[in-house]
Each structure stands twice: as C-alpha cells, then as structure tokens.
C-alpha cells in the first residue's frame, strides 16, 4: 500500500473499513460467489466478517447503488434471435398507467418512458419482446393489443439484426449465427 | 446452451432469481427451499448456467445514475452504404455499451454508458463529429419494472 500523502485527500491513506468495502465493491463487481455462504467467502477475501459484508450491501441497496442481486440472461445465447423493440406514440398523461400495463405482460421484459424526437420520431413508450422466432413475437404482439385495447396507438416494430457489442477495443459479433 | 438444453427447474430458477436474491447468509438455500430442489442442485444449476454463457452475470445490479453515471440510448439514420464505416466509427468509443442495428429509418441503437452524467452530451457530440450524423438522444424518463419471465 502506498504511504500517506498528508495533505492530499486523494491520496491518504484509506482507513482499514474504506479499503476494505472498496475491495468488496470490486470483488461484487465480479459476481457473487457461487457458495452455500456466499457473504462469508467474500468476508474472508476483504478482511470483514460476514455480518459487515451483508450490512454493506443492505446498505448500497437502500441508497439505490444496487438496484437488486440477481442475473442478466442473455437472450441469444438461448436462441431467442427475434428481439423487438416496439415503440408506442402515447398521449402524454396515458404513458404511466399503460406502461405499468405494458410492464405485467410476460412477454414484454424492458418497458420505459424516453422523450419524442419531432418530427422524426414521434414515440415516447418503448418496450422489448424477445422471442425464438419473429412470428412468436409479432404473434405476442397481437395478443397484447387486442389484451390491453391498443388498436388507436399508433407503433412500430424495430426487430433488431445484428447486435455489435464491444469487448476490450474489439468488436465481437453476436447472434449473426 | 439453448432453450431447448433449460429444463423446467433451469427456468423457474431463472425466472425466480431475476426477482432477486434475498439478503440472507444462506440465499441459495432459501431459494432452493421456495422452489422444491437441493441447495446443491441449485448451485450446480447456475454454475452449468453460467458456463454456458446462459447467464452474462449473476449478484448485484448497479444503479449507473445512482453511481454517478450517465446511461442513455441514442440513435442514427445511417445511409445504407456507409454503415459498415459508421459501426466502426461509433463503436471505438469506449462509452458505447451495446449497438444494434434495427429495421427503421433510425437503425443504428446504441447504449451509452459514461462516468458522469454531463460525459453524455460531450460524447453525443462527439459521435456527431465524428459520423457527421446527428444523433437522436432519447434517454429514460420513467423505468416500468417487469418480471422478465422466459418465453417458453
């Protein structure tokens, strides 16, 4: 570890606790061990006892830094090519109540309210719905208009065809298969 | 690892866990519990899972705008010809998350991430210059939480 610069606040010397939450967060960032005591094999890797690991993330969770502990599936690794952004114009005081709405269907699995762009782009609802195949999801589609009475909203379906996604400064192409 | 290769505990498990873990010494075994199998049958589970590439990752999720961040998604109307060019272009920024091309006038999407929320409209900027395209910034406004149930 490095000495202690006195005056810089950059670079003092961390306390025992602040080193060591820091190591928590980083090794978190990692993923949760996959351990019947999973807090208590990250206890052992930051110098904390089980109890301060899970206090530590009750409270990054009450602050809202962590959102919840789960997973992210990725769709395509599970054959679920067909993934659908569908766009929605909604009168302004309609979004909240229909994206709750739109947000209970199953299929959908990502509902949000972002700003129009006019003229070219007049939708202010968008959600995803993934699927194996397309017809699947247009099939989803159809069920959750005539569902939620949508006929009168205007929408368009954005099927995505390649999805890029970048890795340490090179581009790996996923789904093309 | 497809669908086909999940079995009916493999997905309960992963619909469940995308509810969350709860906060407990012995979470495994408290979902294990909920949903009728062994702690040790649900770890090798996820360990399988996740060695097939089926899960990106597994603990907490972070809040990017509660960590300080920006997060948005943006979009470009690129000319069919120039597209290859342009996926280059925008994809050598490093606050370029995702980039999908989708069938639309707007087909190029992409995810910025960046360390402070005022980095996103410098890199928006910076796209601009750089493809000579405006970018269409559209970020969330209101997030209407799903239960992300695997289509079956």
């Known amino acids: 570890m490095n000495s ?9 010397r961390p306390s025992r606790e ?6 928590l967060r980083a090794l978190l960032e990692q993923g ?12 052992e890797q930051t110098g904390l006892c089980e109890q301060e690991v899970m206090a ?12 919840r502990l789960g997973l992210v599936v ?25 994206g ?40 989803e589609l159809a069920a959750i208009i005539e569902r939620l009475d949508l006929a009168a909203l205007e929408h368009r379906v954005l099927f995505s065809t390649h999805a890029y996604r970048q890795c340490g400064g090179r581009y790996v192409r996923e789904g093309a298969a | 690892m497809t669908l086909d290769d999940l079995d009916g505990n493999d997905r309960r498990l992963l619909n469940r866990l995308q509810d969350g873990l709860p906060l407990v010494a012995r979470p495994y075994a408290a979902v294990a519990e909920e949903l009728g199998i062994a702690e040790g049958d649900l770890l090798y589970r996820l360990e399988r899972l996740r060695e097939g590439g089926v899960l990106s990752r597994f603990g907490p999720m972070y809040h990017a705008e509660r960590l300080g961040g920006g997060l948005t998604l943006a979009a470009l109307a690129v000319p069919e010809a120039d597209f290859d060019r342009v996926t280059e272009v925008v994809n050598a920024f490093p606050e370029v998350a995702h980039n999908y091309r989708r069938e639309h006038e707007l ?13 996103i409209a410098e890199t928006i900027a910076g796209i601009e210059a750089a493809t000579g395209l405006p970018v269409y910034n559209m970020p969330k406004e209101e997030e209407f939480h799903v239960r992300l149930h695997l289509p079956v």
């Not at chain 1, 602040?18 to 190591?23: D, L, T, W």
């Not at chain 1, 061990?33 to 990250?42: E, F, G, H, N």
Request: glycine share 2%.
């Open chain 1, 100 to 139: 709750r709405r739109l947000a209970r269907e199953t299929a959908v699995t990502l509902c949000y309210r972002r700003p129009r762009r006019l003229p070219d782009w007049p939708y202010n609802l968008f959600c995803m719905i993934h699927g194996a195949r397309r017809e699947r999801v247009l099939l």
């Open chain 2, 107 to 119: 087909n190029m999407w992409f995810v910025l991430a960046t360390e402070t929320p005022e980095r």
């Open chain 1, 74 to 98: 990725r769709h395509r690794r599970l054959g679920l090519q067909a993934n659908a952004m569908v766009v929605w114009d909604v009168p302004d005081d309609e979004v909240t109540p229909l």
């Open chain 1, 4 to 12: 202690a610069t006195p005056f810089s606040p950059e670079t003092s």
């Open chain 1, 56 to 67: 530590s993330v009750r409270r990054w969770q009450a602050e809202g830094m962590i959102k």
């Open chain 1, 32 to 43: 949760l061990p996959l351990t019947p005591r999973p807090w208590q094999a990250l206890a």
């Open chain 1, 18 to 23: 602040s080193e060591a939450h820091r190591r």
